[in-house]
């Protein structure tokens, strides 16, 4: 195995990242990404919604707080960057569809990006698939998004596919029991032991 590259070269990288344009022609950039050289967990997600494309700042919505919930974490761990980073599959907000959600992450980030980034980060010993886009990207069983979550126990220790945790998918929640009552408990106790050890 080669040797990993020292950790500025991860910080030259989420410069580069953070100054991206390259979708400026379809969308207001502004690349949104949390990573250090220590985080013991990755959360892959979708994109920034527009409250987080404003602030900044990574899950800083409802969604975020449901997620902080499924994690069993306060807002102080989620946000230490040196124990947690953020990606997303685009790390802008992409605007709003026709229906008034939000629109797919842009496809040109994940390439441009994600291969070169997770070249330079640590091996992780959690990371969180949240939503279809990151779990067809990361696990590519060719199931829907579902059936991903259902099959948790296939891709443990080390990877957990989540649900996007958007009020949008209550309806989801309330169809899938299992959720709270299997995966939930597990999540809660992989991440306490993740960033509990040495």
């Not at 842009?106 to 969180?128: D, I, N, Q, S, Y």
């Not at 698939?129 to 829907?144: D, K, P």
């Not at 099959?151 to 998918?169: A, E, F, G, M």
């Not at 959720?179 to 809660?188: A, H, N, T, V």
């Amino acid at each position: 195995m080669a040797p990993r590259k020292p950790s500025n070269a991860l910080g030259s990288l989420l410069a580069e990242i953070r100054a991206c344009r390259i979708c400026e022609k379809h969308i207001q950039p502004r690349p949104i990404i949390r990573a250090s050289s220590t985080a013991k967990i990755c959360i892959i997600a979708q994109a920034p919604g527009i409250r987080v494309h404003e602030t900044g700042l990574s899950f800083n919505d409802p969604s975020g707080d449901r997620l902080r919930d499924w994690m069993g974490v306060d807002r102080d761990t989620f946000y230490d960057e040196s124990r947690i980073a953020i990606v997303g599959m685009g790390f802008c907000f992409p605007g709003y569809d026709a229906s008034g959600g939000d629109r797919p992450p842009r496809r040109e980030c994940a390439p441009a990006w994600h291969e070169k980034l997770f070249a330079v980060l640590p091996p992780f010993g959690l990371t969180l698939l949240v939503g279809s886009y990151a779990q067809a990207r990361y696990i590519g069983t060719g199931a829907n998004m579902t059936e991903t979550v259902r099959n948790w126990r296939d891709h443990i220790p080390r990877v957990i596919p989540l649900p996007h945790p958007s009020w949008r998918n209550n309806s989801w929640l309330k169809k899938n029991p299992w959720f709270g009552e299997e995966l939930l408990p597990y999540l809660r106790s992989r991440v306490r032991r993740v960033l509990a050890s040495s």
